[in-house]
């Protein structure tokens, strides 16, 4: 069974609108972490942000939050106001068992900034 | 503070040679990953050494790939013999502990050939 599925290949967006990336996830373990990442057409792995499985709040970092819903298994990113500079593959991940397990990505949406 | 750091940036080789991909990663940082990202299969952990010691080598597709981590500031992949099947971005990432954010480095662009 896939671990992180990200059911959106590809999206696009208005320039200094809000997207949202969906991203559902598949553990039995309690304590894990998700996270997010940003692919440019360079090819670095970015990372964006990371919400803690018993984390209460959900997490922001500037411009991107993370919409944390647990009975759902879901983590999705929400990007606001976007920018041109936003265009790249996102991906999400899990890290599960507290660190025994090494992250298992996602298999990436392709978002573009549309001027 | 320099990132993780990995060499060579590229490299082409011919079907049957031997390759070696080196990473440095970030001082302090605990856990170290390799992964490949292909195209057909994205990104896929190749191996996961924690403390040196590698926890998961599940990745490790078959008995060419070996990995090592001879001590916390390095860390080889080899393949040996290399196959046009091997072709793909190999990234390095490390992490501080077991439950914080890993760092890429800018990983190795394989062309075999």
């Not at chain 1, 599925?5 to 208005?14: E, L």
């Not at chain 1, 803690?52 to 411009?63: I, K, V």
């Amino acid at each position: 069974a896939q671990k992180i599925t990200q059911t959106q290949p590809g999206m696009f967006v208005q320039e200094k609108e809000a997207v949202t990336l969906d991203c559902t996830y598949d553990t039995s373990d309690p304590s894990y972490g998700l996270f997010w990442y940003k692919q440019p057409s360079s090819g670095e792995m970015i990372f964006l942000i990371y919400q803690g499985s018993y984390d209460q709040q959900n997490a922001t970092e500037g411009r991107y939050s993370l919409n944390f819903q647990k009975a759902r298994k879901s983590a999705n990113l929400v990007i606001s106001a976007s920018q041109l500079g936003d265009s790249a593959m996102y991906f999400c991940a899990m890290r599960e068992g507290a660190g025994r397990r090494a992250l298992t990505f996602g298999s990436g949406t392709r978002l573009q900034v549309q001027p | 503070d320099a990132g993780v750091i990995q060499s060579p940036r590229h490299e082409v080789t011919e079907m049957g040679q031997e390759v070696t991909l080196r990473c440095k990663p970030i001082s302090g940082h605990n856990s170290l990953f390799w992964y490949r990202q292909t195209m057909m299969r994205g990104l896929e952990l190749l191996i996961y050494f924690n403390n040196n010691v590698p926890i998961d080598d599940s990745g490790m597709p078959e008995d060419r790939f070996s990995a090592k981590m001879p001590n916390a500031s390095f860390s080889t992949l080899k393949i040996q013999p290399s196959e046009p099947r091997d072709s793909a971005v190999y990234f390095c990432a490390s992490s501080r502990t077991a439950n914080t954010e890993a760092f890429f480095g800018q990983g190795t662009r394989l062309t075999v050939v």
